[in-house]
């Protein structure tokens, strides 16, 4: 397993961006494919987007699919999302998890570490 920590969270007004970021720790980074998720107030944790290990195969949620943007630097153990056009809803608790696999999709079983999450609040 990977050791996860997300930073880059905070409060944006609609229509606004954030990037985060999240960073991890081991020599075998590049060797697990990544992704992000999601959990607001009273809901179930959702998938956001993932990113192979290779970094050359993307996959969003169509919830964020043309707003949202996952790439990796596997040179700096690290991941990223980048997020525009900030809605209401995509105010959540957002996680960073890790597979060890070249691609692990869409599915939170098929992560076996995880951030301790960092909170996004998009004010309308």
């Known amino acids: 397993q990977v050791q996860l920590a997300e930073s880059g969270g905070g409060l944006v007004q609609a229509g606004g961006s954030l990037r985060l970021s999240c960073a991890a720790s081991g020599r075998t980074f590049r060797s697990y494919a990544m992704g992000w998720f999601r959990q607001a107030p009273g809901k179930e944790r959702e998938f956001v987007a993932a990113i192979s290990s290779g970094g050359s195969v993307t996959d969003y949620a169509n919830s964020v699919k043309g707003r949202f943007t996952i790439s990796r630097d596997n040179a700096k153990n690290t991941v990223y999302l980048q997020m525009n056009t900030l809605k209401s809803e995509d105010t959540a608790i957002y996680y960073c998890?890790?597979?060890?696999?070249?691609?692990?999709?869409?599915?939170?079983?098929?992560?076996?570490?995880w951030g301790q999450g960092t909170q996004v609040t998009v004010s309308s």
């Open positions: 998890a890790a597979a060890p696999t070249s691609l692990a999709g869409t599915t939170r079983s098929a992560y076996n570490s």
